[in-house]
């Protein structure tokens, strides 16, 4: 079965590191982009950028750049996303998601959601 | 970045209505649009893709239509398990864009 598994729920303070994580199974890991979204309580969707496991290519929204670093480890089969310093308004739950690319691109499996809780 | 605006943001409908969900483009996307369904508490699903590809185990009563700047996804005939927010994604180019959600709630 081709899943995507995240970390658990993370209660944090503004200030601390966080890097959570997304496992990748049942199929070949380094062939598919993997994407973070994020939806903050209440909210819509907003792709955070993506990661081509393969060569680690990314790309990052405007939005997310420099606030988030996105990797993935092929050896473990696990995509990251991951903050050096939290703020209150990084609270929100954050989806992966395995992206087919050519000759139509979509979000066709996702990860069950971790929530990231950050406390001022 | 290209803006995609959906409408409307929320819906009333009974089961069995027949329910269309727009989304336009702040510029043309040829047919690189996806719809996805969210349900409260769960991670959003792929419905479809290609603007009018239907993913593989998705009722038939899903369809989407459109290309350029205008898309709809219709749902022919509501049933209970619908009732949910469905957002449309471009990815025509980045940054990937969703457009803002509709609310289908039950009338």
């Known amino acids: 079965e081709v899943q995507l598994v995240q970390s658990g729920a993370e209660v944090k303070k503004s200030g601390e590191s966080l890097k959570i994580s997304c496992k990748g199974s049942g199929y070949s890991f380094t062939r598919y982009w993997i994407g973070w979204v994020r939806q903050m309580p209440g909210k819509g969707l907003e792709w955070m950028g993506t990661?081509?496991?393969?060569?680690?290519?990314?790309r990052y929204s405007p939005s997310f750049q420099g606030q988030v670093t996105i990797s993935a480890d092929m050896s473990t089969t696990t995509a990251y996303l991951q903050w050096s310093s939290l703020r209150a308004s990084d609270t929100a739950m954050y989806y992966c998601a395995r992206r087919i690319v050519g000759p139509h691109d979509a979000f066709d499996i996702w990860g069950q959601g971790t929530m990231v809780t950050v406390s001022s | 970045a290209i803006q995609m605006t959906q409408s409307p943001s929320s819906l009333s409908a009974s089961v069995g209505d027949r329910v269309t969900i727009t989304c336009r483009a702040s510029q043309g996307i040829r047919s690189d649009l996806g719809w996805y369904q969210q349900k409260p508490g769960k991670a959003p699903k792929l419905l479809i893709y290609a603007a009018s590809s239907l993913q593989s185990g998705v009722p038939s009563r899903f369809s989407g239509s459109g290309s350029g700047t205008d898309f709809n996804l219709t749902i022919s005939s509501l049933q209970p398990e619908d009732f949910a927010t469905y957002y449309c994604?471009?990815?025509?180019?980045?940054?990937?864009?969703f457009g803002g959600g509709t609310k289908v709630e039950i009338k």
């Open positions: 994604l471009q990815d025509y180019n980045y940054p990937l864009t």
């Open positions: 990661i081509f496991p393969h060569d680690s290519a990314t």
